[in-house]
């Protein structure tokens, strides 16, 4: 799929060890469903839908502006209301939307109604719900070593990490650079002298509605909290 979203040949870059990393989350999400519903076929069914969203949202996207989905993207999740919904609208169809949503339900209902238990016993479904537990408890220890960016071979490019390590791993590896990045200490005082090198004398609450501000627009490509800088 990630071939395929860049538009690239099937074979390239086959069977490395980030298309191992990219594979393990889904296995991770296919054996959580299995767990929670005890049906093969349809945890595979929704893992493979999940798996065609997203991949599909990234095509979408790398068709469109050129970049492949990335974690940031994700924020726009957190502000769902109208413009958001209209800006997604212009890149889906809502109605396609709907009837490819109405469709995945009556096929994940289909096949639950259909797909026989998988787990005939309870033992080895909670032993199972143990090891994913421990796994999902321990990814401090673990995400970090697994999604390293020289064994992956990610890149500074968006395509070349999606090429190398996959989609998933690489908003993995952006998600953990960017916790990583949140815990840098923060100097005061280095914030402060930065600050007072552009003050004005000028009182912002006293201008005349009259007056248009200056607006600067600074785009970063760190991450920061902007919370941190007064006013």
Known sequence: MDRT????????????????????????????????????????????????ILYFISFTKNNILGKPLSGDDFIFLSYIDKSTTSLFSSYINPQIGALAATAAVIAFLLAGYFDKRFFLKSKPRVFLLFILASVFSSTSLWVGKVYEFNTLRFSWSEQLSSLHAGLVSKIIFTEIKAQEAMKEPINENDINHVLSQFNSTTN????????????????????????????
């Open 5 to 52: 979203s860049l538009g690239l040949e099937l074979n390239t870059y086959m069977f490395t060890l980030g298309s191992l990393g990219n594979l393990l989350p889904f296995g991770l999400v296919f054996l959580t469903f299995l767990t929670l519903f005890n049906r093969l076929f349809t945890s595979l069914l929704l893992t493979l839908s999940i798996a065609a």
């Open 204 to 231: 912002p609450n006293t201008q005349s509605e009259s007056v248009k501000p200056d607006i600067i627009i600074i785009q970063s490509e760190s991450f920061f909290d902007p919370a941190i800088i007064a006013n």
